[in-house]
């Protein structure tokens, strides 16, 4: 059974910090494309963040780029997603997503991952 499960969420002022960490069971971050999205509210899922298997290659969203860093822990087989200089557009909820390492299909489409988190609320707020 594959389970990902998501911390580090919260409420912080607009210009701080948040460490988001992701922790796999059942799978391997090694084996695994894994990838950050969110979800604002009235807002569909978009892809934040993502880091292939192979080679450890790392994929940014325009709006984060610069500010989010995306690491993995293949001893920890965990997932982190550094998030500095954060805005209230960041406020979301923040999900964790697997999918078997595929070179061949986009890593920013959120229909590409079959195994999820529950999430994470991020609030962006003064």
């Known amino acids: 059974q594959v389970q990902l499960v998501e911390s580090g969420g919260g409420l912080v002022q607009p210009g701080g910090s948040l460490r988001l960490s992701c922790t796999i069971s059942?799978?391997?971050?090694?084996?695994?494309?894994m990838g950050w999205f969110r979800q604002g509210p009235d807002k569909a899922r978009e892809f934040v963040a993502a880091?292939?298997?192979?080679?450890?290659?790392?994929f940014y969203a325009e709006a984060v780029k610069g500010r989010f860093t995306i690491s993995r822990d293949i001893a920890a087989n965990t997932v982190t997603l550094q998030m500095d200089s954060l805005q209230a557009e960041d406020t979301a909820v923040y999900y964790c997503?697997?999918?078997?390492?595929?070179?061949?299909?986009?890593?920013?489409?959120?229909?590409?991952?079959?195994?999820w988190g529950r999430g994470t609320q991020v609030t962006v707020s003064s």
């Open positions: 997503a697997a999918r078997r390492a595929n070179i061949l299909s986009t890593i920013r489409d959120p229909a590409q991952f079959g195994y």
């Open positions: 059942g799978r391997t971050v090694r084996g695994n494309d």
């Open positions: 880091i292939r298997a192979n080679g450890g290659h790392t």
